[in-house]
């Protein structure tokens, strides 16, 4: 007796295009390559610390915060991935410091903004005179984030 499936019974799988792999490079021109970038550092956690000008005012733009410390927050507890740094205006305060769009905010004046809900976070960031932000740089849930559209 034949054990073996029909051929025609074998689910159908639609394989991606082939794509080419990148050009050989020499081992000696690596380093400064930009596809053969090994510089981690750019994704550890580092602080940045703002303060708001006297009379500093928050407005509400495009449905986050545009601080005259010069960004925007998108994110919360229900994205489950966390608040995102969505804008940084050029020659801002937060530029200056450091501060760029894809930016996770772990933490800001020692309260964590893993898994905070939005409207706290913009509490927070509202009231505080002196800002002590812990940030990544976290391109990949950064972009999920921005998929999911949720604020």
Not at 9 to 14: I, L, N, T
Not at 43 to 63: C, D, E, H
Not at 137 to 151: D, G, L
Request: proline residues 9%; hydrophobic residues 35%.
């Amino acid at each position: 007796m034949d054990s073996r499936i029909p051929y025609d019974d074998y689910p159908v799988v639609f394989l991606p295009a082939y794509e080419n792999p990148p050009a050989w490079i020499p081992p000696h021109e690596r380093v400064y390559h930009p596809d053969y970038n090994n510089e981690l550092t750019q994704f550890l956690p580092r602080i940045i610390t703002l303060k708001k000008p006297p009379g500093a005012q928050v407005s509400l733009w495009n449905s986050c915060l545009l601080f005259q410390l010069g960004f925007n927050i998108r994110g919360g507890k229900a994205s489950q991935l966390g608040i995102f740094i969505s804008k940084v205006i050029p020659d801002s305060d937060a530029h200056r410091a450091g501060l760029q769009e894809g930016d996770q905010v772990l933490a800001v004046n020692d309260v964590d903004f893993q898994d905070i809900e939005h409207s706290k976070a913009v509490e927070i960031l509202k009231t505080a005179r002196e800002i002590s932000m812990r940030v990544r740089f976290f391109p990949y849930n950064y972009h999920r984030q921005k998929e999911r559209t949720v604020h």
